[in-house]
């Protein structure tokens, strides 16, 4: 829960080695980016509070 009551559900999925993915964009959401699955072979986008997320969701 957040300071300001908004509570925040975070989604991972794991898909097995070689799995072909077929990513179905709705108008609702932008563009993604798939990231490594370990959180120090994040790109420089990954902020302190996501990458954190990160290490968190990873362990």
Do not use: Q
Not at 19 to 31: I, Y
Request: charged share 20%.
């Amino acid at each position: 829960r957040l300071p300001t009551g908004l509570v925040m559900l975070a989604g991972l999925a794991h898909l097995p080695v070689g799995a072909e993915v077929e990513v179905v964009r709705d108008p609702e959401h932008d563009a993604h980016a798939w990231w490594p699955p370990d959180p120090a072979d994040w790109p420089p986008a990954a902020d302190g509070p996501v990458r954190r997320l990160g290490v968190l969701l990873a362990g």
